[in-house]
Nanobody, 121 residues
Framework: QVQLAESGGGLVQPGESLRLSCAASGSIGSNYYVMAWYRQAPGDERELVASITREGVRQYAASVEGRFTISGDRTKMSADLQMNSLEPSDTAIYYC??????????????WGQGSQVSVSS
């Protein structure tokens, strides 16, 4: 069983920064995993913000490219999301996601509890 611990988030003004952290605990018996951050604003579907593989391959949504940076520590199975130049449109609940595949090919996926990020003047 894997558990995700999220931290960070809060209320900031436009142009300011926030950092979200997520750490996975538990034994997965696999070297293949991806950690990601999703977000969901009221009335909208959940969308991928950024992801990082165990090997460090990163992917970003076009709306955050150049402003957000995802980093990972595979010794801790953790992923941080540094969010700079925040805009009101970034307001959402942010969810950590952890997905891994076993040597047998089975895929498991876990979600964090969610962290509120609010950007308002």
């Amino acid at each position: 069983q894997v558990q995700l611990a999220e931290s960070g988030g809060g209320l900031v003004q436009p142009g300011e920064s926030l950092r979200l952290s997520c750490a996975a605990s538990g034994s997965i018996g696999s070297n293949y995993y991806v950690m990601a951050w999703y977000r969901q604003a009221p009335g909208d579907e959940r969308e991928l913000v950024a992801s990082i593989t165990r090997e460090g391959v990163r992917q970003y949504a076009a709306s955050v490219e150049g402003r957000f940076t995802i980093s990972g520590d595979r010794t801790k199975m953790s992923a941080d999301l540094q969010m700079n130049s925040l805009e009101p449109s970034d307001t959402a609940i942010y969810y950590c996601n952890f997905k891994f595949q076993t040597p047998q090919g089975r895929i498991y996926e876990y979600w964090g509890q969610g962290s509120q990020v609010s950007v308002s003047s």
